[in-house]
């Protein structure tokens, strides 16, 4: 079993659509969560972090967490062209992740905004 | 503000070779962390240091070595070369570490550099 799974997609979704984004993770443990976006040949770019369980909004971008599901989900409401990137799910803070600040990534999951 | 900042850009090296990647954090942050990213996967955990100290090592071989400086600047070693090891090296920088049993806080989060583009031939 992987710590972090994310469908590596690609996922299509059309312009001005909820895009939504999924991630589970192995070690109950976690304490921190975050998204990231990757556009192609550059460095993640941070987007959301989420450390309790709810819903935590900022703009166009909520972030959800389930604890108990071990589950955590991006939602990127009136999705436009320029997201279209791949965003990873990170997951620190874990004992059976090393603890700390260590982040522990999925795969990423790509993301197409189609006009 | 200047962000966190690498060098270089992209190195091209040969199996055997040693090389150094160099990073530059955020201002006023103290903590320094490498990842491995490889094409199609996300970053890996190499190391992570906090004032002068390594804090965390993730599971990479004795070949990657790194040290972080007084002034929280960090290098990241990697000696013998393997084809494998091409990838892009990512430097984040974070305002504290935060140890297990801390609350986790924005000021432990992770901001990354724009890598450095290794190539191994």
């Known amino acids: 079993q992987k710590e972090v799974e994310q469908n590596s997609g690609p996922l299509s979704v059309p312009e001005g659509a909820i895009a939504s984004l999924n991630c589970t993770y192995s070690?109950?443990?976690?304490?921190?969560f975050f998204w990231y976006r990757q556009y192609s040949g550059k460095s993640p770019e941070l987007i959301m972090s989420i450390y309790s369980n709810g819903d935590k909004e900022d703009g166009r971008f909520t972030a959800q967490l389930n604890k108990a599901s071990q589950y955590v989900s991006l939602l990127i409401r009136d999705s436009q062209p320029s997201d279209s990137a791949t965003y990873l799910c990170a997951v620190g803070g874990g004992i059976l992740t090393g603890g700390g600040n260590k982040l522990t990534f999925g795969t990423g999951t790509q993301l197409k905004v189609e006009l | 503000d200047a962000g966190v900042t690498q060098s270089p850009t992209h190195l091209i090296k040969t199996r055997g070779q040693q090389v150094t990647l160099r990073c530059s954090p955020i201002?006023?942050?103290?903590?320094v962390s490498w990842y491995q990213q490889v094409l199609g996967q996300g970053p890996q955990f190499i190391f992570q240091?906090?004032?002068?100290?390594?804090?965390g090592r993730g599971n990479f071989p004795d070949r990657f070595s790194a040290r972080q400086f007084p002034n929280y600047s960090s290098e990241l070693n990697v000696n013998a070369l393997l084809l494998g090891d091409s990838a892009l090296y990512l430097c984040?920088?974070?305002?504290?570490?935060?140890?297990?049993?801390?609350?986790?806080?924005?000021?432990?989060?992770?901001?990354f550099g724009p890598g450095t583009r290794l190539t191994v031939l």
């Open positions: 984040a920088s974070s305002l504290v570490f935060r140890g297990l049993a801390g609350a986790p806080s924005r000021t432990d989060t992770q901001y």
């Open positions: 240091y906090y004032e002068k100290e390594e804090r």
């Open positions: 070690d109950r443990g976690s304490q921190s």
């Open positions: 201002s006023g942050h103290k903590s």
